[in-house]
């Protein structure tokens, strides 16, 4: 497949090496969301990860933000900053998500603007040093992992708008032989001619619009002699999101953002997905 010349990466790369690692997690999107953050990373180690990367939006609409991010930082050690790091480095309100509903950004702008109360100033540097992008090396050969896209930390790439090519010129630009994001909150899988793969790991903070509670990370197993098309994989994690949302209520977040925690269904975002994506979603609702 032909590699386009205007295929870039964004600049700020972090590389790590991890070569005797067995099995990689990868988790973004916490959005302050604790108890979580925590069910995913015991079912994590549960499942023998030996290795943590969190690609970014430690923080969100659920605060707790100094909480979330020294049990990020005392648990991972391969990182990649999101909008919301990026935003609130630069003490920013705007979460500068990208939603193309304007409705949809403003109303993530208030859950991040509500992260920014409980984030101190140790913690508000830190997220300045984070990486645009990382770079590890492993077992199976390199793996590179980002925010939204390679090429833009707020970028949006859904599953039903997935160009190979654009996915193939960054895996060969970055010599590498899988590509993991986040963002869209929506996990999926894509395997590429030749084997490599791109992957969205999901969101351990919120469930993914289907009627469904649960939240979402991603493994890699990272034997080389395991298939190639099984090393990816994606998990379902169950929390006890019911007594967090009275805890929340009690704090005063949002009704909008609480709704989500024990519906499984957004309430901020949808306006915002491609067509494709709020059908399918739609009809999974209907079949729960």
């Keep these: 497949m032909?590699?386009?010349?205007?295929?870039?990466?964004?600049?700020?790369?972090a590389r790590h090496a991890i070569?005797?690692?067995?099995?990689?997690?990868?988790?973004?999107?916490?959005?302050?969301?604790?108890?979580?953050?925590?069910?995913?990373?015991?079912?994590?180690?549960l499942a023998?990860?030996?290795?943590?990367?969190?690609?970014?939006?430690?923080?969100?609409?659920?605060?707790?933000s100094d909480e979330t991010i020294n049990l990020v930082r005392g648990n991972f050690s391969i990182f990649v900053a999101g909008n919301h790091e990026q935003q609130s480095f630069v003490a920013q309100e705007d979460c500068a998500c990208n939603y193309a509903d304007a409705e949809d950004g403003a109303c993530s702008g208030r859950g991040h603007a509500f992260s920014l109360r409980t984030l101190g100033e140790v913690n508000r540097a830190w997220l300045g040093t984070l990486p645009e992008i990382a770079v590890v090396e492993t077992a199976i050969g390199p793996l590179l992992l980002h925010h939204g896209s390679p090429a833009q930390t707020n970028e949006f790439l859904y599953e039903s708008e997935l160009d190979e090519e654009r996915l193939?010129?960054?895996?060969?630009?970055?010599?590498?032989?899988?590509?993991?994001?986040?963002?869209?909150?929506?996990?999926?899988?894509r395997r590429l001619p030749g084997g490599p793969f791109a992957m969205n790991c999901g969101v351990v903070g919120k469930p993914d619009h289907d009627g469904d509670r649960a939240v979402h990370y991603s493994t890699i197993d990272l034997n080389p002699r395991s298939p190639v098309e099984q090393a990816a994989r994606i998990e379902r994690v169950e929390y006890d999101h019911e007594t967090w949302a009275r805890q929340l209520a009690a704090e005063g977040v949002e009704d909008l953002f609480i709704q989500p925690l024990v519906t499984g269904v957004w309430t901020v975002g949808v306006a915002s997905l491609p067509a494709t994506e709020q059908q399918k979603r739609a009809l999974i609702q209907r079949a729960c």
Excluded at 2 to 13: T, Y
Excluded at 48 to 64: E, K, N, P, S, Y
Aim: hydrophobic share 45%.
């Design 2 to 13: 032909p590699v386009p010349a205007s295929i870039d990466l964004l600049p700020k790369v």
């Design 19 to 45: 070569p005797a690692a067995r099995k990689l997690a990868l988790m973004g999107g916490a959005y302050g969301n604790l108890p979580a953050l925590q069910a995913c990373l015991e079912h994590a180690r």
């Design 48 to 64: 023998r990860c030996d290795a943590f990367a969190f690609l970014g939006d430690i923080t969100g609409c659920c605060g707790h």
């Design 168 to 189: 193939t010129a960054w895996l060969f630009r970055s010599g590498a032989t899988g590509m993991v994001g986040t963002h869209t909150g929506l996990p999926w899988i």
